[in-house]
């Protein structure tokens, strides 16, 4: 990260050959935790903006577009759930959203590091408004571990929301990880995560969804959407299902008629979502 410009708070993605800025006002806070750098800044136009090791995680302003996109896409395209393990999502904006659907009846939420969770609720109230929810359990333990340790057939929608797949959470996007979320869903079961740039990184993505099915998914599915402040703007999520069914029929109805308030996703976006841009099914194909 390039903090040379006074006033301007620059993230250089190596990467992808890019860069994103923000004008800031001032330096919140800087914590090292037992496993990353968590800084925090304010900003003129994005409100608060958190960042782990250098790498902007998330805005005021711009949070909506994947916090939505990563819960209520797979919740509306299972049946009907009710138990929902979050791993990561520690600034709790994933499961702020995955609580507004009034049948989830559980939501654990397991994050390594606490620490993010702290700054979130110190610096992004309104994310972690759902924490004391009854139906939540918010815990600060190894995902990994916990998914090893699931029930097999106890869960209906796992959700992955992870840094990127280093440091902490390389872990999360391998096979044998996958294996363990597989036999903790149940038949009908969903896996969702975080998959990256489909314009810069789409070999994470083929990574991603080959390592799911060599863990024994059957169908897949890459949803993309808007997310400014990560590399190319574009972002994604890939859905993977313990048993073979069509991941592009979801309860539109019921998106359609949900009680609750959203900023970005609706069933219609849902729908667009679906349709497969040229760039990325000639990438998907065998």
């Given at each position: 990260?390039?903090?040379?410009?006074?006033?301007?708070?620059?993230?250089?993605?190596?990467?992808?050959?890019?860069?994103?800025?923000?004008?800031?006002?001032?330096?919140?806070?800087?914590?090292?935790?037992?496993?990353?750098?968590?800084?925090?800044?304010?900003?003129?136009?994005?409100?608060?903006?958190?960042?782990?090791?250098?790498?902007?995680?998330?805005?005021?302003?711009?949070?909506?577009?994947?916090?939505?996109?990563?819960?209520?896409?797979?919740?509306?395209?299972?049946?009907?759930?009710?138990?929902?393990?979050?791993?990561?999502?520690?600034?709790?904006?994933?499961?702020?959203?995955?609580?507004?659907?009034?049948?989830?009846?559980?939501?654990?939420?397991?994050?390594?590091?606490?620490?993010?969770?702290?700054?979130?609720?110190?610096?992004?109230?309104?994310?972690?408004?759902?924490?004391?929810?009854?139906?939540?359990?918010?815990?600060?333990?190894?995902?990994?571990?916990?998914?090893?340790?699931?029930?097999?057939?106890?869960?209906?929608?796992?959700?992955?929301?992870?840094?990127?797949?280093?440091?902490?959470?390389?872990?999360?996007?391998?096979?044998?990880?996958?294996?363990?979320?597989l036999k903790a869903l149940r038949p009908d079961g969903l896996l969702v995560q975080q998959s990256e740039s489909p314009l810069a990184l789409m070999h994470l993505i083929l990574e991603m969804r080959n390592a799911m099915r060599d863990a024994g998914f059957k169908d897949?599915?890459?949803?993309?959407?808007?997310?400014?402040?990560?590399?190319?703007?574009?972002?994604?999520?890939?859905?993977?299902?313990?048993?073979?069914?069509?991941?592009?029929?979801?309860?539109?109805?019921?998106?359609?008629?949900?009680?609750?308030?959203?900023?970005?996703?609706?069933?219609?976006?849902?729908?667009?979502?679906?349709?497969?841009?040229?760039?990325?099914?000639?990438?998907?194909?065998?």
């Amino acid at each position: 990260m390039d903090n040379s410009s006074q006033n301007w708070l620059h993230e250089n993605f190596t990467h992808t050959g890019s860069a994103f800025g923000l004008r800031i006002k001032r330096k919140l806070e800087e914590v090292q935790s037992p496993f990353q750098k968590i800084e925090m800044y304010e900003s003129t136009d994005w409100g608060n903006v958190m960042l782990i090791d250098g790498a902007m995680m998330v805005t005021t302003r711009d949070n909506f577009f994947y916090h939505e996109m990563m819960a209520h896409a797979p919740l509306f395209t299972h049946p009907n759930p009710k138990n929902v393990v979050i791993i990561g999502g520690g600034d709790c904006g994933t499961l702020r959203e995955v609580l507004r659907h009034p049948g989830v009846v559980t939501a654990v939420q397991c994050d390594i590091d606490e620490q993010v969770t702290r700054m979130a609720e110190k610096y992004f109230p309104e994310l972690c408004e759902s924490n004391n929810d009854p139906r939540a359990t918010v815990m600060f333990d190894d995902g990994i571990a916990y998914m090893q340790n699931a029930p097999a057939g106890s869960i209906d929608v796992i959700i992955v929301d992870s840094t990127d797949p280093v440091g902490p959470a390389e872990g999360l996007f391998n096979q044998a990880f996958y294996e363990n979320c597989l036999k903790a869903l149940r038949p009908d079961g969903l896996l969702v995560q975080q998959s990256e740039s489909p314009l810069a990184l789409m070999h994470l993505i083929l990574e991603m969804r080959n390592a799911m099915r060599d863990a024994g998914f059957k169908d897949f599915r890459v949803l993309p959407f808007p997310q400014p402040c990560y590399p190319t703007g574009w972002w994604s999520c890939l859905i993977a299902s313990k048993q073979s069914r069509d991941l592009a029929s979801f309860r539109k109805a019921d998106a359609a008629a949900k009680s609750f308030e959203t900023n970005y996703y609706t069933a219609d976006v849902h729908q667009g979502a679906l349709a497969m841009p040229p760039l990325i099914e000639r990438a998907l194909k065998d």
